[in-house]
């Protein structure tokens, strides 16, 4: 089977109700990205980002996936699809994608602030208690955080995404302005000669643009649009 792999981003969402980053002033769900999606904003004041992303995770989990998740989906019975995703939400594996690697952490998980990454402190909250209290500590101590990784912080999944990308036959850009790295580079992994189509209402610079096939639609009907060109 042919290997098609996807890089999505922000606007993947939008059709299932989530607002993009780039595109409301700096706002991030109307709070500033630096202050609930940073290092320093989390040492500032925990307990705001503690609330900022609970609320998120309330409205994740009221959330469903789009007609675009549902056919990158669908694409599993013609391909082997892996989702590379930029997106905090869960909504590709909602919609039942089997493979999808998380480079920015998932909402639906807290983790130790002194070691985000020590599996043993991982926990994945279940909608019914999806809420952290506060001053809730990890086993470690340290206070819970959420599994996100912030601006400034390594991006330890671009590794194995970086592999996926090397292997693609066909590779799909959806919803991401590609204005953040190490994510924005993946696309110069795909092999030359890699067909890449962008689905994105707006321009993105995707290099190697020669090749590019621009779908200049939303993420549900650029989907239907990619079936029908595949
Ligand atoms: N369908 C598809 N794409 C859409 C739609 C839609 N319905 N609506 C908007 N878009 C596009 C926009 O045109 C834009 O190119 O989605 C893209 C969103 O870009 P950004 O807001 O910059 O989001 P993203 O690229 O995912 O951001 C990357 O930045 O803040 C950080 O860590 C955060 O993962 C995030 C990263």
New binding site residues.
Partial sequence: MKRIVFLT????S??SGFK????NDGL?EDYP?EQV?SHEGWLADPTLVNNFYNNLRKKLYAAKPNE?HRLIKELEKAYEVTVIT???DNLHEKAGSAKVIH??GELTKVCSSNEPYDSRYIQELPPENCEVALGTRAGDGSLLRPFI?F?GEAVPMIEPAAAEAAQADIFVI???????YP?AGLVQYARPGTPIYL????D?PVSGSGRVTHIK????E?MKELMRLL
């Fill in positions: 981003g922000a606007g993947m939008v059709e993009t980053f780039r595109g991030w990205v999606a675009g930029q997106n905090v480079l920015h990784v601006f959806i919803g991401t302005s590609l204005n953040v994510a689905i994105d209402p707006d993105a639609k939303g993420a549900s650029g």
